[in-house]
């Protein structure tokens, strides 16, 4: 059979197989892999506590989860993680909701006693005869049972307090493309962390900031893993500017000021640009920070997670967010403290009032004396101590039968968050020349208060050694 038109010849086929020449593919396949690298979508949690579970039981609820591995800061509490059946319960309302599939790992916190690590064994933890070296040229100290692999999303749910000792036992484990989301109360940590964790900021990881506002308990003393969700609320998230990004990220956070106007003044002088086309550069800008790949992951999935509500903010929408529950927490959780009683307690009492606006009137002026929100307008109102003290009662009255976290510290003879609350307002206070003298009046009388209940419960009984030093947890040893 002959096609028309088409030659004889066409349909001749010459197959000569030995004249063919492999296949070569485009590239190697492990090679296109390996072109760009295999992001980890997991995400570590430290201190396991009530915030901690939360965090991890409502991450590990959406669809198509990441990973999520719990570390815990002693062993015993690991070990009766690997003995139960390894999973976590949320109780809403009655409902009890179970969520399994969780990893555990162990880190000991490193603590500290006078600016300097203390070895597991009550030894120093480096043997330089200078009183001043820096432990850092000793190097990471890997313990028996803790994991080297590398944690690229970190959510630090740990006391204030036990912040650093508990970085500290994790910091051979953080790249500089880590993120780090801390989710404490009051001010100051984020600072602390850099002077003694990461005071390089070349290997330093980028920082986020949260703000919880849910209501979490106990649910039972003989259920460990057991939450009880018992008040609804939000969580503030925002992303901090890193030191590489900026010169002068660390001496203007978070955004460089600006020019204010000033009324009798402006008026014969014109005001200058906020952003001229040709800056000065001497006079810092506002710059603009980029989001590593860790930070947007570890924000869209927070984001995600419906039972969080969840919400992104601006830098310096955060650090006011900040500033307004610590004026609120510097009043309600020293004063529940030194009362003993509930939230509830402060309202009503004119007494009491006239001691928080003492607290509120000077956490005001520092606040609003702050260098950081000179470039923010309206914050003679928003941080007016009349509108810090309706702030306060609102809270109080709308919290007034919960016991605060800080009474519940001073009653068990934990170390409190007091020093990154009032003591932070004492010490910006200094800076700016602010006397703060009622605040730290009532920081001192929650140390002492502490510290006479956690003689009580030891029954005055003599340590020797390191004991009493905080290991970490927020508990004396």
């Not at 038109?5 to 190697?28: A, T, Y």
């Not at 015993?76 to 969520?99: A, P």
């Not at 008026?267 to 006079?283: G, T």
Request: a negative charge; hydrophobic letters at 40%.
């Amino acid at each position: 059979m002959r096609w028309a038109g088409w030659p004889s010849s066409s349909l001749q086929l010459d197959v000569q197989h030995d004249d063919l020449e492999p296949f070569q593919p485009l590239r190697d396949v492990a090679d296109f892999y390996r072109s760009e690298e295999v992001f980890d979508r997991r995400i570590h949690i430290i201190g396991i506590g009530n915030v901690g579970r939360f965090i991890a039981h409502s991450i590990r609820g959406v669809p198509s989860p990441p990973p999520v591995t719990l570390i815990f800061h002693r062993a015993l509490y690991n070990q009766q993680w690997l003995v139960s059946d390894q999973k976590l319960r949320v109780i809403t309302n009655g409902v009890e909701e179970t969520i399994h599939g969780f990893n555990a790992e162990v880190a000991f916190p490193r603590p500290r006693h006078h600016g300097r690590e203390i070895a597991v064994d009550g030894s120093d933890s480096f043997n330089s005869s200078d009183p001043f070296a820096s432990e850092q040229s000793t190097g990471p100290t890997v313990l028996e049972g803790e994991s080297t692999k590398p944690i690229h999303s970190l959510i630090v749910c740990s006391k204030s307090s036990t912040v650093v000792s508990a970085l500290l036992s994790i910091r051979h484990r953080l790249l500089p493309s880590s993120v780090i989301l801390f989710l404490q109360n009051g001010m100051g940590t984020v600072d602390e962390v850099n002077e003694i964790v990461f005071p390089d900021a070349a290997t330093r990881p980028h920082y986020m900031i949260g703000i919880n506002s849910h209501g979490l308990n106990n649910a039972h003393v003989n259920k460990p893993f057991t939450t009880n969700h018992a008040g609804f609320g939000t969580i503030a998230l925002g992303i901090l500017p890193h030191a590489r990004d900026s010169p002068d990220a660390t001496k203007h956070y978070p955004l460089a000021p600006v020019t204010r106007f000033n009324p009798g003044v402006d008026e014969i002088n014109p005001v200058e640009s906020k952003r001229p086309a040709d800056p000065d550069p001497d006079n810092p800008q506002p710059y603009s920070s980029s989001w590593p790949k860790t930070a947007r992951h570890l924000l869209r999935t927070l984001l995600r997670t419906p039972v969080l509500c969840a919400t992104a903010f601006s830098p310096q929408d955060v650090l006011q967010l900040q500033l307004e529950k610590l004026a609120v927490n510097s009043v309600i959780n020293p004063l529940t403290v030194l009362l003993d009683a509930r939230n509830g307690a402060i309202l009503y009492n004119y007494a009491l009032t006239r001691v928080m606006r003492l607290l509120l009137a000077e956490a005001s002026l520092v606040i609003r004396s702050l260098p950081e929100l000179s470039h923010v307008p309206n914050v003679e109102q928003r941080f007016g101590a009349g509108r810090l003290e309706t702030l306060v009662v609102g809270v109080a009255n709308a919290t007034r039968e919960n016991v605060s976290s800080m009474l519940a510290d001073a009653r068990a003879g934990r170390r409190t968050e007091i020093d990154y609350m009032n003591g932070w307002i004492v010490k910006r206070g200094e800076l700016l020349g602010v006397s703060c003298v009622t605040n730290f009046m009532i920081q001192e009388l929650v140390k002492g208060k502490t510290r006479m209940i956690s003689h009580e419960l030891g029954d005055n009984v003599p340590f020797v050694g390191v004991h009493g030093v905080d290991d970490g947890t927020g508990e004396n040893h």
